[in-house]
């Protein structure tokens, strides 16, 4: 009876170790899918700004970076 006790205690240890190490495993995959949406919406911003930034016109490249002819010295 001792033994059957004893297998049956180390079984239920056994078993609850799984579930915390399901529910860790399950909280790492929730961060790590958090991250890649995070890396993935950062991605598409520095897309859309590179380009944005690589279809300007030249005129509007004047405006934001006045060239030495075109700068107004005051």
């Known amino acids: 009876m001792e033994r059957r006790d004893d297998t049956c205690a180390r ?3 056994h078993q609850f170790n799984l579930e ?8 790492i995959e929730d ?6 949406d995070k ?4 991605d598409e911003a520095m ?5 944005t930034w690589f279809n ?3 005129e509007d490249m004047e ?3 006045p060239t030495s002819a075109n700068f107004q010295h005051h």
């Not at 915390?20 to 909280?27: A, H, N, V």
């Not at 890396?39 to 950062?42: K, L, M, Q, V």
């Open 11 to 13: 079984l239920m240890r």
């Open 20 to 27: 915390s190490l399901g529910d860790r495993l399950q909280k």
């Open 31 to 36: 961060a790590t899918t958090i991250m890649k």
């Open 39 to 42: 890396w993935r919406r950062g």
């Open 47 to 51: 897309r859309d700004f590179t380009g």
């Open 56 to 58: 300007k016109r030249k």
């Open 63 to 65: 405006t934001c970076f």
